[in-house]
């Protein structure tokens, strides 16, 4: 990333982040959000070969259910744009098909999930098929989505004032994400995003920080989220240098 802005953790687990990002405008920040949306590719099945279907839902909707279940992503590079990953199932009722079910051709591609839950089975219904998994972007499907849940907001600076005047009723002051107090990112979680709590008979004042934004992201599991943070930029780097080759011809 650019040396121009700067990017801080203020919350990191595998597949949920909060982070801070200074120094870009509103246009960027939503073009990070709209490139970790659409522009990361994710493997997900796309076509299913129906061997036995004796359950009460149709094939097609079946399809649709496996079509949906997350399913880990390789590193880039691991595969080509064309690459196929063929996933099958068998399940005999009385049983319930889960997405662990899945037995995949290829390691790298598992069911993210193991206890998505596809179809109860009854006694003497079976469930048969294969499946092919495809890598594709998110603006061409959403079952090609890798981020679960992408938002953002301008990173609020809060200000103590002097103590409230006597007698004066303290009310409750609302904020959410994280902001910045003396320089230091807290979640307002920790105060149960309450600024009467943490700060109880001052006067508070809370402003915007500008060209500062707090993002708050969530996988489906297909991938870490530090590297679909990563690809994203990536892919809003490459856009931008085949515009400036274009520009230039």
């Known amino acids: ?66 079509g949906l279940v997350p399913l880990t992503t390789p590193p880039e590079g691991e595969f080509g744009d064309d690459a196929t990953v063929t996933l099958a199932i068998d399940v005999e009722g009385p049983n319930t098909a889960y997405s662990g079910d899945l037995e995949s051709s290829d390691d790298l591609v598992q069911p993210a999930e193991q206890n998505v839950p596809i179809i109860d089975l009854k006694d003497g219904q079976r469930l048969e098929a294969e499946a092919d998994a495809v890598l594709d972007h998110g603006k061409s499907h959403a079952k090609h989505q890798g981020a ?23 009310e409750s002051q609302i904020v959410r994400g994280v902001v910045e107090d003396d320089g230091e990112l807290v979640s307002t979680s920790e105060f149960d995003h309450d600024l009467s709590n943490r700060y109880p008979g001052k006067q508070v004042t809370v402003e915007d920080v500008s060209n500062a934004f707090v993002f708050h992201v969530q996988t489906d599991g297909s991938m870490p989220v530090d590297e679909l943070v990563t690809r994203a930029a990536d892919s809003i780097e490459s856009r931008a240098r085949d515009l400036e080759e274009a520009v230039q011809l």
């Not at 920040?29 to 990361?40: F, K, P």
């Not at 679960?148 to 303290?170: I, K, N």
């Open 1 to 66: 990333m650019s040396a121009e802005y700067d990017v801080e953790f203020v919350e990191r687990e595998e597949r949920e982040a909060r982070f801070l990002v200074r120094g870009v405008t509103p246009a960027f920040a939503n073009g990070i959000r709209r490139a970790m949306l659409a522009d990361v590719p994710t493997m997900s099945i796309d076509e299913v070969r129906f061997i036995e279907n004796s359950s009460v839902m149709f094939d097609e909707q079946l399809a649709l259910r496996l």
């Open 148 to 170: 679960a849940a992408v938002g953002y907001s301008h990173l609020q600076r809060v200000t103590v004032g002097d103590d409230l005047p006597e007698f004066e009723a303290q």
